[in-house]
């Protein structure tokens, strides 16, 4: 048996995005020619890999299996050209980083600058990712490290393939004009019930976390704008339109807005994580490494702590 990695990366694709046409979109080809090399995969594993139900397509267990298989491989691979590049003993090759907004524009931006001038060899891609969607891209592959933050109730999503690395702590905070916010005295939401509120797309982290503490205060939040960025949010209520909740971190200070602590406090846990059963090139150290440093770089907005 001799497997093809390029195949197998067509797997490990499968397995992340779910359809034969993510993955053709993804590698630029079409989909019959995704399916017919993932036909050929078969025939080199010498056992069935995908069970098709109507246009539909699962892996099989020993699919999901070589999937996993795939992705450590894949990252090995990445890791070996990684090094010989950098048989100059310097650092060198690319680092795929993904965070949320505001960590992208308080933590991430900084590193990236700092990594510029110590380590000009290392090629730094920063995305912004939503918490929710965050893990499933570093597990396909799409990242090497991303920074992610606990969902509401303070669990993070466990899986096998993915190890995570605490970096701090930080408070969610009511957001107020900054007319409204003279009291610096601990606020109780179910005195904000006939506010209008500020919240993001539906489904999103901010999403979640507004509605599900609203709901615990006794009320459903009277939504005035929904805004994708925390800059359009802030604005909003700068102006005197809404309030909101939000992390510590994401509070601007070039906005006019006031900020309150919760009567009934609510924290949201920061972690970087990567691939728990894959090797990190030099230069993907360097970065996580820079990350573990961050109680310092997240700044006073946040309550920060170092990573144990």
């Given at each position: ?126 995305a912004e990712l939503d918490p929710q969607a965050s893990h499933p891209a570093l597990r396909r592959g799409d990242y090497d490290i991303i920074v992610t933050a606990d969902f509401i109730d303070g669990s993070m999503p466990l899986h096998p393939d993915v ?99 919760l009567r009934q406090p609510l924290t949201r846990h920061v972690h970087a994580a990567v691939r728990s059963r894959s090797a990190l090139t030099a230069a993907s150290q360097i970065v996580l490494n ?19």
């Amino acid at each position: 048996m001799r497997l093809n990695t390029a195949r197998m990366e067509m797997l490990s694709l499968l397995d992340g995005l779910g359809t034969m046409r993510a993955v053709a979109a993804a590698l630029h080809m079409s989909p019959s020619a995704v399916s017919a090399q993932l036909a050929v995969l078969e025939a080199e594993a010498r056992t069935e890999l995908l069970r098709r139900t109507g246009r539909r397509v699962q892996l099989t267990p020993a699919g999901r299996t070589l999937a996993r298989h795939a992705r450590i491989i894949l990252d090995q691979i990445k890791a070996a050209e990684a090094d010989l590049r950098g048989v100059s003993g310097q650092p060198t090759g690319p680092v795929r980083l993904a965070a949320f907004s505001s960590a992208v524009r308080a933590v991430v931006i900084p590193l990236a600058a700092r990594l510029s001038k110590e380590h000009p060899s290392i090629e730094l891609e920063v995305a912004e990712l939503d918490p929710q969607a965050s893990h499933p891209a570093l597990r396909r592959g799409d990242y090497d490290i991303i920074v992610t933050a606990d969902f509401i109730d303070g669990s993070m999503p466990l899986h096998p393939d993915v190890r995570t690395i605490p970096l701090f702590t930080e408070a969610i905070v009511l957001v107020l004009p900054r007319s409204q916010g003279a009291s610096e005295a601990p606020a109780d939401l179910a005195e904000f019930a006939e506010a209008p509120w500020s919240i993001d797309m539906p489904g999103t982290y901010l999403s979640n976390l507004v509605t599900s503490t609203c709901r615990q205060a006794g009320f459903e939040p009277a939504v005035a704008g929904r805004f994708g960025s925390y800059e359009l949010l802030l604005a909003h209520v700068e102006a005197g339109l809404s309030v909101s909740l939000l992390p510590e971190l994401a509070v601007d200070r070039r906005y006019h807005v006031a900020t309150r602590p919760l009567r009934q406090p609510l924290t949201r846990h920061v972690h970087a994580a990567v691939r728990s059963r894959s090797a990190l090139t030099a230069a993907s150290q360097i970065v996580l490494n820079e990350l573990c440093g961050v109680s310092t770089a997240a700044g006073p907005a946040a309550t920060a702590r170092r990573g144990e």
